[in-house]
C-alpha cells in the first residue's frame, strides 16, 4: 500500500484586472504559500474573500494546490 505524505498546498486568487481592446477579461493572480495540511476548504474560501474584499478587482477564483510525496 502507498504511503501519502502532505509537502505542503498554496492557494491562489485569480482577479479580473480589466479588459483589453477585444472587451476579453484581462487576469491577475496572487499566491499564498505554506498552508499547513489542518485548513479546511470552507475556512480557506472565507479568508480568500476576506483578501479579495481589499482589492480594487474583482474575485474570479479560488484555487487550492496541495503537494504531495508517495511512496
Same mark, same amino acid.
Given at each position: ?53 481589499? *482589492? *480594487?478587482?474583482?474575485?474570479? *477564483? ?8 508517495? *511512496?
Amino acid at each position: 500500500m502507498a504511503n501519502v505524505n502532505f509537502v505542503g498546498a498554496t492557494l491562489r486568487l485569480k482577479y479580473v484586472a480589466g479588459h483589453d481592446d477585444q472587451n476579453e477579461p484581462m487576469f491577475t493572480t496572487k499566491t499564498y504559500r505554506n498552508l499547513n495540511s489542518t485548513h479546511m476548504a470552507d475556512d480557506l474560501v472565507a479568508v480568500a474573500k476576506a483578501i479579495a474584499s481589499l *482589492s *480594487s478587482h474583482a474575485l474570479d *477564483s479560488i484555487v487550492k494546490q496541495e503537494t504531495t510525496e508517495l *511512496s
